[in-house]
């Protein structure tokens, strides 16, 4: 079992404008998520709001090392960072969580259940591993129609999910048929309130992908460079042939299971721990001190993506919402399916 810091002599170090990239991401993303929890504790909207902060960085990593337009990307609740890093628009979040008939669910998922699945991102079904078989599914048909090349297929989950029957059987499915499969796990360490030692007996969530076959990884998931190069490393790999990747990236969530939830259950010791870093944070510092890009630069993204978050709940909020007497319900990926 490999970990992230066994990587490093294999590392190439040209991974600064990736890095950058992936920064943009995050940023994006909490600036958006920070807004879109002000409008929820505003009671403006209807459904849950669930956020990824402190998983920006491992979210948005995956994501960067990612061809859209040919690889598969299979996104979760906490993954504004990485949703966004591989093309998803702004505005179809913003229409999502307000409710307007013109998102990709016509008004009708209040939250993270959308998807385009044109675009190699299927809509979400459940948080809990229900995703990667339906990526499974996806390599398997591109295999059998000898269309996959060597494209890949990631998605990602809980630690609570990994204790499920559907993570189990796709892994292994995915270990005896060698997939292209890169599943991304965020170690955030509670299952809503539920802490690792109540969810599992093994050491370490990489030691499960031992009982599959398959190569895991470790990564600190706190840290945008090692997630950046590590997932590089496991698409490399994945594309090469060399089968399920699983990459565990620790860390802590930085918020509630949902913004509903204010995580009492965290104690102060855990949130002052290393794991309780600030990815975002932790990343502006690093790419200030290797020079990548200066304050002016990283005001200027903070700037845009205020701009641009402003702009998208600007759209969503001035646009109507479904009419239950009047609409012709359809998902949007099932009516552009039956087009
Ligand atoms: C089949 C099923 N059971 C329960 C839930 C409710 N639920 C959603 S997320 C979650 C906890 C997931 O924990 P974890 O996998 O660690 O991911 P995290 O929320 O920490 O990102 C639960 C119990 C669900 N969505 N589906």
Not at 52 to 60: H, N, P, T, V
Not at 63 to 78: C, E, Q, T
Not at 126 to 152: E, P, Q, W, Y
Not at 165 to 181: C, K, R, S
């Amino acid at each position: 079992m490999a970990s992230g810091a066994d990587h490093e002599d294999n590392l190439k170090n040209d991974s600064s404008e990736m890095v950058l990239d992936a920064f943009r991401w995050m940023v994006l993303a909490r600036t958006f998520e920070d807004k879109i929890s002000s409008i929820y504790k505003a009671g403006k909207i209807v459904g849950g709001v669930y956020v990824g902060k402190g998983q920006e960085a491992f979210s948005s990593a995956l994501a960067v090392n990612l061809v859209k337009g040919k690889d598969i990307y299979s996104p979760l609740i906490r993954d504004m960072a990485g949703r966004s890093a591989f093309g998803e628009p702004l505005v179809d979040a913003a229409r999502t969580y307000m409710g307007s008939s013109k998102g990709p669910t016509q008004g009708r998922d209040g939250n993270v259940h959308r998807g385009n699945p044109r675009e190699g991102m299927p809509a979400m079904i459940s948080h809990l591993g229900a995703m990667i078989s339906v990526v499974n599914g996806i390599l398997f048909a591109r295999r059998m129609k000898g269309t996959l090349d060597d494209a890949v297929g990631a998605t990602t989950i809980g630690d609570g999910g990994t204790s499920t029957g559907a993570f189990h059987e796709a892994l292994n499915l995915a270990a005896v048929e060698n997939l292209p499969l890169i599943v991304s796990v965020a170690n955030n360490q509670f299952a809503y309130s539920t802490p690792n030692s109540k969810q599992f007996a093994c050491d370490n969530i990489t030691d499960k992908a031992v009982g599959y076959g398959i190569t895991g990884v470790e990564v600190d998931g706190t840290d945008l460079v090692d997630c950046v190069n590590t997932f590089k490393l496991c698409v490399e790999k994945a594309r090469a042939g060399d089968g399920p990747q699983l990459v565990v990236g620790n860390l802590l969530r930085l918020s509630g299971h949902g913004e509903h939830d204010d995580a009492p259950y965290i104690s102060e010791d855990l949130r002052k721990s290393k794991l309780g870093e600030d990815c975002l944070s932790k990343a502006h510092n690093r790419i200030l001190d290797e020079g990548w890009a200066n304050q002016g630069d990283i005001d200027d993204i903070f700037k845009e993506s205020d701009d641009e978050v402003k702009s998208a709940i600007h759209t969503a909020e001035s646009e109507k919402v479904p009419d239950p007497y009047s609409h012709n319900w359809s998902a949007y990926s099932s009516s552009i399916l039956n087009e």
